[in-house]
């Protein structure tokens, strides 16, 4: 089984430049999640989605950050203008649903971003 | 700060010793729990998970152990291997909602010498 896909894997770009990280889920996974993941920490929820749907996107920074997931299977995040704290880990994961699962959440390897 | 957090950040221990990595949670309303484990470069991969109605659940080579009295988590791992040089997170969660976004802790670094 093919497991939860990103691209790209790293990205260097200067502060206030764009940049945007893609995510394919695990087939047939409705729920997907964007985290992002600062050195030496554990990673941190940035937005979930169902199927389409945005569930949770309390701890997206709105002014900057944005994702869509318009056909309900892969999703993009996007960040504009970045800002040298952006620079992190971004991670999408997949899940079937908490509630009727194991709860597994199945992580991608991680979009390294710099910004300098 | 932190609604989930781990006690100690760097853990040493002697291959084929046992480990036991602590972690404690704030949010009491909590009732899903995992342990993760994140190798250098890759992303967190799934260990073993509980829910707040069990105390203990076991699977190969580990142990979690959940006491929702003083709100703490824990991970046991028997013999341990150089392969399980990793840093390892609790994640907490609220099933009951639709959002169920795992809130993860800062992490510990297992270091195993041989």
């Known amino acids: 089984e093919a497991g939860v896909a990103q691209s790209p894997r790293y990205k260097i770009i200067e502060k206030r430049q764009s940049v945007a990280f893609w995510c394919n889920p695990i087939?047939?996974?409705?729920?997907l999640y964007w985290y992002q993941q600062i050195l030496g920490q554990g990673p941190k929820l940035l937005i979930q989605f169902q199927n389409n749907g945005v569930v949770d996107d309390s701890q997206l920074p709105k002014d900057r950050f944005s994702a869509e997931r318009l056909k309900g299977v892969d999703s993009t995040l996007k960040i504009q203008p970045a800002k040298l704290e952006d620079s992190a880990v971004y991670l999408c994961?997949?899940?079937?649903?908490?509630?009727?699962?194991?709860?597994?959440?199945?992580f991608g390897e991680g979009s390294r971003l710099t910004v300098l | 700060g932190e609604s989930v957090g781990l006690h100690l950040p760097t853990l040493s221990v002697q291959e084929g010793d046992n480990s036991i990595i602590n972690c404690a949670y704030s949010n009491s309303a909590s009732d899903y729990f995992i342990w993760y484990k994140q190798e250098s470069g890759k992303g967190p991969q799934f260990i073993i998970d509980?829910?707040?109605?069990?105390d203990k659940r076991q699977g190969q080579r580990v142990t979690v152990l959940l006491n929702k009295t003083v709100k703490h988590l824990s991970l046991q791992i028997a013999a341990t291997q150089p392969g399980d040089s990793a840093v390892y997170f609790c994640?907490?969660?609220?099933?009951?909602?639709?959002?169920?976004?795992?809130?993860f802790g800062k992490g510990t670094h297992l270091i195993i010498q041989p």
């Open positions: 509980i829910r707040s109605n069990m």
């Open positions: 994961a997949s899940s079937l649903d908490l509630r009727q699962s194991t709860g597994e959440l199945f």
């Open positions: 994640a907490e969660t609220t099933t009951g909602g639709g959002a169920d976004g795992l809130t």
């Open positions: 087939s047939g996974h409705a729920t």
